[in-house]
Structures are given as C-alpha cells and as structure tokens.
C-alpha cells in the first residue's frame, strides 16, 4: 500500500530564478503520476495561477 502524496513545492517557467516546466507538462505529469494534488509556488509573481486553475 502506498500512502498518497502531494507536492507543495513546484515552480514553473513562470517562477523566473528556478522554474523549468510549463504548467501543461506539470499538469500532465501529475496525472501520469496518479497523484490527485499539486501545488503551484512560482517565486515573486501570479502570472501562472489562472492557467493553473484551469488546466488543473
């Protein structure tokens, strides 16, 4: 049995000193994954939260 997890530390490109992934592949890669959860905690900006929320 393995226990669910959540990762509540992910940037994206929109994080500009340390993201990488678009949100299209973080989405995607959630689900790949079955996780059920991801949070978004791009540095200094908001650009990301609207995508986020409606791609997620």
């Known amino acids: 049995m393995s226990l669910p997890f ?3 530390h992910c940037h ?3 994080s500009l000193l ?3 992934s678009s949100i ?3 989405v995607d890669r ?3 994954l ?3 959860a991801l949070a978004l905690t ?3 900006n908001l650009y990301g ?3 986020f929320y409606q791609k997620a």
Do not use: W
């Open 6 to 8: 959540v990762h509540l």
């Open 12 to 14: 994206s490109h929109y």
């Open 18 to 20: 340390d993201g990488a």
């Open 24 to 26: 299209d592949r973080l």
């Open 30 to 32: 959630v689900k790949t």
């Open 34 to 36: 079955g996780m059920n």
């Open 42 to 44: 791009d540095h200094g």
């Open 49 to 51: 939260a609207l995508e």
